[in-house]
């Protein structure tokens, strides 16, 4: 099995050629810089990174935006949050497994992290029970979480219920982390944004949503399904139907914006994905959004 | 109703049931072939959704019904349900010849005569009759026949005759042609001769071939008469009695006007009465036209208990209802399979 730290790497290798090299760095950098008084060295400027950063007199002197570094006097601590349920052994609106969408996701912030030399830990269940891995800094660790989240997925793990991991978090972490919470299209309840509010009051939250297979209207496949929930089958040919796919169509869209304003409304940045190619766009978007949130 | 082939029941009910077993069994591979999606109460939740899934399963509880019903009137019919009955055939291949004596005397019997006879026709099915008028002469009108629209036509005809009725004096015509009239036994005679094929019966008798020779049809005449002869007739009505005996031919004879003076065996009721029963008939006296209709049913009655054949136990396919049941039910499954097509 290739390295699925490997894979993430790879891809965002690709990524950095199409836009521009380092331009994640940049956009993580200047969210969860750690600052300080001590000046470090001076480096090119990266698009994403804080205006404010820039050292405009040696900018000047030197022809091209330079940015000034400080050495950092407390690393962040991220901690992932992963649902490790069955619902994420199911498809996502592009045909994926959402699992794979989710590995690729943490992949990407957990390299940036690392990059950035802070550690990163892990926190995954399903509704039996969570448990958490210790944030620790180095690749190996990093790569240990990946198939964590990739092996304790499938069709037979327990039912999804990312409020479970979430009161692990609100019990057991104390001090100010990093949270970044990959799920799925759960509907919001008055519950949940309790909670959501409790964890934004001590941590910052970043917030992937995967978005779940269409289960009629344009993009249904035409394919018979069933839900991982009960192993129930939903005929296609009922959600074929034109009066079934509008009404999906309809619930669909309140259900996307209660919870889109479930997660402002708790002050948390979120962003959603399709398939593991929009994760890079998004998770730039992401972070953008948060810097200028912050 | 009864299975012919009962002991195809046993494998169909065994193929049935394990084709069931083999229907319903729970496939744990199904969900193999189709997509896993989370949160599927986003659909499931939808009133819409429910609303068709419940027509989908009533449409499914429709297709498996029609296809059960269908099965077992399939089973049904190929098992062949047959109804066994017993049967007494009655045979209805009589031969009557109405003969009557057109004398003056005689008018109002006849009329009676030809009227019962116009309404028997109305049921009969398969017996022939035919009439021959007699006085002096003997004159087929219609021969044996069936066609039983022309015989109530000709009875008509001959009652308005008897009856007097203006216009239709013309159709006793030709009964005069011999010398004297009420030629009772040439009139007999005749009658017995408006029999067909005699020749073939009499050889058919001769060498025993009866039976095999087809059926045979019982025969027989209503001689309407008083057997008041005055003329010398070519056959006495003793000779013409044998000869109808000869021919298997059963005379019934009715007279209106039994007047005979005493037992003595001369008189001419009694003489009538001879003959009649010689030839294996009877002999009926009249004393009102109205009382013809119940000894003409009487005598048809005893004709017809003479002709009833053995009973027979007899089996007769009915496989109507299965059938229907079947094309109902195919047709039913082939709608719900229109509406379940994916």
Redesign the interface.
């Known amino acids: 099995m290739t390295s699925l730290l490997q894979r993430v790497k790879s891809k965002m290798a690709i990524f950095a050629h199409r836009k521009a090299r380092g331009m994640l760095d940049g956009e993580y950098g200047s969210v969860f810089r750690g600052r300080s008084l001590d000046f470090d060295d001076l480096r090119a400027y990266i698009p994403g990174d804080d205006v404010r950063d820039i050292d405009w007199k040696a900018s000047a002197r030197f022809g091209s935006p330079l940015i000034k570094r400080y050495v950092a006097i407390r690393r962040q601590t991220v901690l992932l949050i992963a649902d490790t349920g069955?619902?994420?052994?199911?498809?996502s609106r592009d045909?994926e497994t959402?699992k794979d969408i989710a590995v690729m996701a943490f992949g990407v912030v957990g390299y940036l992290a690392h990059r950035h030399g802070d550690v990163v830990g892990l926190v995954c269940g399903d509704a039996n029970g969570t448990r958490s891995i210790p944030a620790k800094a180095g690749e190996p660790h990093l790569e240990r979480l990946l198939r964590e989240v990739d092996s304790s997925t499938s069709?037979d793990s327990g039912h999804?219920r990312i409020e479970g991991q979430l009161e692990y978090v609100a019990r057991n972490v104390n001090g100010r982390f990093l949270l970044f919470v990959v799920s799925?299209?759960?509907?919001a309840g008055p519950d949940t944004e309790q909670l959501l509010r409790r964890l934004r009051a001590q941590h910052e939250v970043l917030w992937l949503t995967i978005r779940?297979?269409d289960?009629?209207g344009e993009g249904h496949?035409g394919?018979?399904?069933?839900?991982?929930?009960d192993?129930?089958?939903?005929?296609?040919?009922?959600?074929a139907?034109p009066?079934?796919a509008?009404?999906?169509a309809k619930?669909?869209g309140e259900?996307d914006a209660a919870r889109q304003a479930m997660l402002r409304r708790a002050g948390i940045t979120q962003g959603h994905v399709t398939g593991s190619s929009a994760v890079m766009t998004e998770l730039f978007a992401l972070l953008e959004r948060h810097r200028r949130a912050g | 109703m009864e299975l012919m082939f009962w002991w195809l029941v046993p494998p169909a009910l065994v193929i049935a049931a394990l084709a069931g077993l083999r229907a319903f069994r729970q496939d744990r591979h199904a969900n193999a072939r189709r997509r896993p999606v989370a949160n599927a109460d986003r659909l499931t939740a939808l009133p819409e959704y429910q609303g068709a899934l419940r027509r989908h399963r009533r449409w499914l509880v429709v297709a498996a019904l029609a296809a059960t019903t269908l099965l077992v009137s399939a089973v049904a019919a190929a098992a062949r349900p047959v109804e066994l009955t017993t049967i007494q055939p009655e045979q209805r291949n009589r031969d009557i010849m109405l003969c009557l004596d057109t004398s003056g005397s005689m008018s109002s019997a006849d009329a009676a005569v030809v009227q019962v006879f116009a309404e028997l026709a109305k049921e009969f099915d398969g017996e022939r009759i035919g009439l021959t008028v007699f006085d002096s002469s003997a004159i087929q009108v219609f021969p044996l026949t069936d066609d039983y629209a022309y015989v109530q036509e000709q009875l008509t005809l001959a009652k308005d005759a008897f009856d007097g009725n203006p216009g239709s004096a013309g159709f006793l015509d030709g009964t005069w042609n011999g010398r004297g009239s009420s030629l009772i036994g040439d009139g007999l005679a005749s009658c017995v001769n408006g029999f067909p094929d005699t020749a073939a019966d009499a050889r058919r008798a001769e060498t025993g071939t009866t039976e095999t020779g087809g059926q045979r049809r019982s025969r027989s005449i209503v001689l309407a008469t008083d057997n008041y002869l005055s003329g010398d007739p070519i056959f006495t009505l003793e000779q013409a009695s044998a000869l109808a005996k000869e021919r298997d031919v059963r005379v019934y004879a009715l007279n209106p006007g039994d007047f005979d003076y005493g037992p003595g065996p001369g008189q001419p009721g009694a003489r009538l009465r001879t003959a009649a029963e010689a030839s294996g008939g009877a002999y009926h006296q009249l004393d009102s036209p109205d009382a013809v209709a119940d000894i003409v049913h009487s005598v048809q009655e005893n004709e017809a208990t003479a002709m009833k054949g053995a009973p027979r136990a007899v089996v007769s396919d009915r496989p109507e209802l299965p059938l229907a049941l079947a094309l109902l039910s195919g047709l039913v499954l082939a709608g719900a399979s229109w509406r379940l097509r994916p």
Do not use: N
């Not at chain 1, 394919?223 to 929930?229: K, L, P």
């Open positions: 069955r619902g994420m052994a199911a498809e045909g959402k069709l999804s799925d299209e759960h509907a779940d297979a289960l009629a496949s394919q018979d399904a069933f839900s991982v929930a192993s129930s089958m939903l005929p296609a040919q009922l959600a139907s009066a079934v509008a009404a999906y619930a669909t259900r």
